[in-house]
């Protein structure tokens, strides 16, 4: 008797439409995030895992994820950044449990298995047993007990981990144009201000298109109308990468212009009513010889580079189950900022985070789909806005580049 071999792609069917349309059943089926799991981020992709600025010493740690597996970045005794899956050798316990810190080794808590900062297995208690009794068998070999490794590389003391060992780098994976707009704002050294982390009752594909759609910042975001910090009027585009993977929301402007031509438009949003009681919220600097003053990039599959008129921040996106994710935001300035700079920063960051005058509807919206599409696993969402193409296109009221991430998602998930 043969057993017919069957594979779980079977249960998807992607619609005829291609990336214009996105089966609900992505969002809530247990046995495709279990896939992207191992298809995208334990697969061909490069993760951020973190800032080099966050870990200078030798020694330094801190713990991260990538898709939902626990991982150690560490800055080794010989200053190079190494990473490795935070799960025991022995028995698979997390082995470091704190969120970061600096130490010479690192301890399991179980049964005490010491590593260094490689990762490699060092020490293990009653290793040659007790009185004689015991202990482990003939060939024990600790070199063969490290810790998982993942593979890093940097750029612009920006820290990714990846599972494919042989991956292309970074920079490659990036693409020129991406390190272009990322060089925006690492090109000269930062600092962190602060972190924020979020949890979200969606699945974590939501809060990626929620971050590649510049349709819906005029219209969702309320704040950004009333007080005409972003409007789709506004000079700007969308930009992608060769595979469409990767993008970049951009727009020109300073915060009154064309503020006039946008009150006259009939807008739900825009209420002449409200002004701000302290405007000083929106006061700040031109900071960027180009003249962008809002740009929000993603690079697959985790990362979000944030620019705000003068708030900064990386935002990370952990997948938390099928339909739960995290976001950590790094709040981030630079180096040579001056002190009113800082609280520039700190005062439009106000704007952004779980609460944010802005964010906070983004943190909210992916729920509403969740919940919005149980029983509909069979249907599909509509995404024509700008046409069907994947596209730099130079204008925001398009969806461009959520197409762009369902193509590459296809190719990589094989749907
Ligand atoms: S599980 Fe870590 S030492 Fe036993
Ligand atoms: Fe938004």
New binding site residues.
């Given amino acids: 008797m043969t057993t017919a071999k069957v594979d779980e792609r079977d249960w998807l069917v992607w619609p005829d439409e291609g990336v214009s349309r996105v089966p609900y059943q992505v969002y809530g089926d247990p046995t495709i995030y279990k896939r992207e799991m191992d298809f995208i981020f334990r697969g061909s992709t490069w993760n951020y895992l973190g800032l080099e600025v966050e870990i200078p010493n030798r020694g330094d740690y801190k713990t991260t994820f990538i898709g939902d597996t626990p991982v150690v970045v560490t800055r080794d005794m010989d200053g190079s950044i190494q990473a490795f899956v935070n799960r025991?050798?022995?028995?698979?316990?997390t082995?470091c449990m704190d969120q970061c810190g600096n130490a010479k080794t690192l301890?399991?808590?179980?049964?005490?298995?010491v590593y260094d900062m490689k990762g490699d297995l060092k020490g293990?208690?009653f290793k040659n047993g007790v009185n004689g009794q015991g202990g482990m068998p003939q060939g024990f070999d600790m070199e063969k007990l490290s810790l998982q490794k993942v593979k890093v590389d940097t750029h612009l003391g920006v820290i990714f981990g990846s599972f494919d060992q042989q991956i292309q780098s970074v920079q490659e994976y990036l693409g020129e144009k991406m390190c272009g707009y990322l060089s925006r704002i690492f090109s000269r050294p930062v600092t962190v201000l602060g972190y924020q982390r979020q949890l979200m009752k969606n699945n974590w594909k939501l809060y990626f298109e929620n971050v590649k759609d510049s349709y819906h910042a005029s219209l969702l975001h309320l704040f950004f109308s009333t007080f005409g910090v972003n409007r789709l009027s506004q000079r700007g585009g969308i930009d992608l990468d060769e595979t469409g993977r990767h993008h970049v929301s951009y727009t020109y402007g300073s915060l009154n212009e064309d503020l006039e031509a946008y009150r006259n438009s009939d807008l739900r949003s825009y209420s002449s009513k409200y002004e701000l009681k302290d405007p000083s919220l929106l006061v700040g600097r031109n900071e960027f010889p180009d003249g962008i003053t809002l740009a929000i990039q993603s690079l697959f599959p985790n990362m979000i580079v944030q620019q705000i008129h003068n708030a900064l921040a990386v935002r990370q996106l952990l997948p938390k189950g099928v339909d739960s994710c995290e976001l950590v935001w790094t709040y981030l300035g630079f180096a040579d900022d001056d002190d009113e700079m800082t609280k520039i920063r700190l005062k439009q960051s106000n704007l952004v985070g779980p609460a944010g005058f802005v964010s906070l509807e983004d943190g909210g919206v992916g729920e509403l789909v969740q919940k919005g599409i149980v029983g509909g696993e069979k249907e599909q969402s509509f995404v024509e806005m700008g046409g069907t193409s994947v596209e730099s296109q130079p204008f925001r009221a398009t969806e461009s580049s959520i197409r762009g991430f369902w193509k590459n998602y296809r190719e990589l998930m094989g749907y």
């Fill in positions: 025991c050798a022995h028995r698979g316990a082995v301890t399991c808590v179980y049964h005490a298995w293990v208690p």
